[in-house]
């Protein structure tokens, strides 16, 4: 086992004497064994190079050439990984007469060696996610569908989203909202008024489309300052949503009334698809097979997101033993029904064969409309419940909003987030993922698809583990700092990989060990496999 670092140190050089200067005056001190400038990547994250090295010889090379190596570079052997035939950690002495950058690149560029690169010391940290918004902790709905449990990680612990992904929600208005990330917010339209303004109608209660928002770009940790805090709240007193990092593109359909042109639904999907969005929430169900509104479905599943495809989720409808809404009986979208928070079916949900995932849909917590306007208000003054939302109440959010409507956006926020870690996927990949990655240990007699449960409850953390196998570092890429970190953990007593340890198992067999490692070389290095979507999870 390699020895473990002792008296290391990270030193800052004043800008006007330069690293350069600064190295070659300190490399005087016979105290000091070893120095290297270290290396920023990626956000500003730094890596430094040590006084090591690790080298994979081919198999079939002599030990008597490698000893001749070691000889001749005045190497010292800090380790040799007996699993992995032939691959060597080494360490450099002053003997050596080159740095650690300089003698990896030497070897790398033999003729005898696979690979070689300095065994970078890599950040190490807890990445837990620490959410403070009152309100969270009455979200089910939320914690259900991120992975949330006393055991199982945050799926936001791996990406709360990334402004590269937009999420369409086509429905009746949509305006500013405390809560809401205006920076992330896109211009969107409305085809009720043919304007850009997609504001909700003048009414009290239309808050459909705030509700259905809420739940996908309620920012997290928002401090409200107006709101004076209390103890254990911090003052952010307010809900989190799914994918508050991605942007929002808000889209009024021509709805008034109970009534909908089905052209206006066919615009506004065009719409979200000509402006990039990758995936839509559409909560809404329209009566009828309409040809138009399949065309332009089937066209934003095959050749949306330049040509990989745009995610559309539907509500699968709500009533009294009814099948599933058109169009989401299609193929071509993710058709969604609700559970009460303890599991249970909701028996409102309409059901069928073509039902794919279930997310929490009962007495949620979500956006209210602000101010005076909204339902909430209604039960903060006498004669009305002043106590509607307990034990907090806000006038800006509801908490008991129930249907798939709710429930759709939680599956749209998941698909966001897949597509925040993985934008080249396509859409049949994200159904695929989603589906496939869905819980369905709760429900001992049902076996996917289901015509109430479909695959199951999204789970968006199991989601982005099956398409985040080999990023040991969670840095969001598969390289050469993966290799490293797995040799650092499995040889080195470094830390696991995380939010959990599958992270690194990048040949999807359920255990992360020597073979993960080679794995990852023969990707990087010989063409091999790239980490494929992994659906084990050793449950």
Not at 238 to 243: C, D, K, L, P, Y
Not at 288 to 316: C, H, K, P
Not at 474 to 479: I, K, L, S
């Amino acid at each position: 086992m390699a020895k473990r670092l002792e008296n290391f140190g990270i030193f800052e050089v004043e800008p006007t004497k330069g690293y350069q200067s600064a190295i070659s005056e300190l490399e005087s001190f016979e105290m000091i064994e070893f120095i290297n400038p270290f290396t920023m990547i990626y956000d500003s994250i730094p890596i430094y190079m040590l006084d090591r090295f690790i080298v994979q010889f081919y198999s079939y090379e002599s030990q008597s050439l490698i000893d001749s190596l070691i000889v001749a570079y005045h190497l010292e052997i800090i380790d040799s990984i007996p699993e992995a035939a032939g691959e060597y950690i080494f360490r450099i002495t002053k003997q050596t007469g080159y740095s650690i950058d300089e003698i990896s690149n030497i070897f790398y560029n033999m003729d005898c060696t696979a690979f070689s690169h300095p065994d970078f010391l890599c950040r190490a940290e807890s990445c837990a996610y620490p959410v403070y918004d009152a309100f969270y902790p009455y979200q089910t709905n939320i914690r259900k569908s991120i992975g949330y449990s006393d055991h199982v990680n945050s799926c936001w612990e791996i990406t709360n989203g990334d402004s590269n992904i937009s999420v369409a929600v086509i429905d009746e208005g949509f305006e500013a909202h405390e809560d809401l990330d205006s920076n992330l917010t896109l211009a969107g339209y409305d085809f009720l008024n043919d304007d850009t303004i997609p504001e909700p109608v003048d009414d009290t209660f239309s808050v459909h489309g705030m509700i259905c928002a809420g739940l996908i770009f309620a920012m997290h940790n928002n401090f409200v300052p107006d709101y004076p805090p209390t103890d254990g709240d911090k003052g952010m007193t307010s809900i989190v949503g799914m994918a508050p990092r991605c942007k929002f593109l808000p889209i009024k359909h021509d709805w008034y009334q109970g009534a909908l042109l089905s052209s206006s639904a066919e615009e506004a999907i065009r719409f979200a698809v000509d402006n990039n969005a990758a995936v839509i929430n559409y909560s809404w169900g329209i009566s009828g097979n309409l040809d138009n509104l399949e065309a332009i479905i089937d066209s934003a599943y095959y050749y949306g997101r330049n040509g990989l495809g745009t995610i559309i989720v539907f509500a699968a409808g709500n009533g009294i033993i009814c099948p599933i809404y058109p169009p989401a009986d299609r193929s071509t979208v993710l058709a969604v029904a609700a559970l009460w928070d303890n599991d249970v079916w909701w028996s409102l949900s309409c059901r069928g064969d073509s039902l794919d995932l279930v997310a929490t849909g009962a007495d949620v917590w979500t956006w209210d409309r602000m101010d005076s306007l909204g339902y909430n208000p209604l039960y903060m003054e006498p004669p009305y419940d002043p106590q509607f939302c307990t034990p907090i109440n806000r006038v800006h959010y509801l908490c008991h909003v129930s249907g798939t409507s709710v429930a759709a956006p939680l599956v749209a926020g998941a698909a966001a987030l897949v597509l925040s870690r993985r934008p080249d996927l396509t859409a049949a990949e994200v159904f695929d993922v989603l589906k496939y990655s869905a819980d369905t240990l709760l429900y001992d007699t049902v076996h996917p698809p289901d015509p109430q449960y479909g695959y199951g409850r999204v789970n968006a953390f199991k989601a982005l583990l099956a398409v985040c196998r080999g990023d040991a570092n969670n840095d969001g890429t598969v390289n050469i700092l993966d290799h490293s970190y797995l040799i650092n953990y499995l040889y080195l007593g470094g830390p696991a990989p995380y939010p959990d340890v599958l992270m690194g198992d990048a040949n999807c067999d359920g255990i992360v060990n020597i073979y993960d490692i080679t794995y990852i070389y023969t990707y990087l290095y010989f063409g091999g496999d790239e980490p494929p979507i992994c659906f084990e999870y050793n449950e």
